[in-house]
């Protein structure tokens, strides 16, 4: 059974930055479509960010292009999502999610990643 892990959440105040990273106990993590998304209370599961083998594809969701960035490193087997200036709508649960099966046609539903993290809580204050 594969994991994933996310780590880097906290605490920041409106226009700061924070880094969250995901973590993988398998080297096959380097090689699929990985992604993060967030949910705030009583909303829905948000696509944020993805990418694919090698950084070849990436897409951003609106609410994040030109503050998020994502990346990955294949040796560390990780994927990073850099967050700058970021907004008190930008506080929720982020989770960074692995599609396996590489079947995904939109790559931004999460209904296309079948491994998931715990989640990580990101808290902006105004």
């Known amino acids: 059974q594969l994991h994933l892990a996310e780590s880097g959440g906290g605490l920041v105040q409106a226009g700061g930055s924070l880094t969250l990273t995901c973590e993988a106990d398998?080297?096959?993590?380097?090689?699929?479509?990985v992604a993060w998304f967030r949910q705030a209370p009583g909303k829905e599961r948000e696509f944020v960010a993805t990418?694919?083998?090698?950084?070849?594809?990436?897409y951003y969701g609106d609410s994040v292009k030109g503050r998020f960035t994502i990346s990955r490193d294949e040796v560390q087997n990780t994927v990073d999502l850099s967050m700058d200036n970021l907004k008190p709508e930008d506080t929720g649960i982020y989770y960074c999610?692995?599609?396996?099966?590489?079947?995904?046609?939109?790559?931004?539903?999460?209904?296309?990643?079948?491994?998931w993290g715990q989640g990580i809580q990101v808290t902006v204050s105004s």
């Open positions: 398998s080297q096959v993590f380097s090689s699929y479509p």
């Open positions: 990418i694919t083998w090698r950084g070849h594809t990436i």
């Open positions: 999610a692995l599609d396996l099966e590489n079947r995904g046609t939109t790559l931004i539903r999460a209904n296309e990643y079948q491994y």
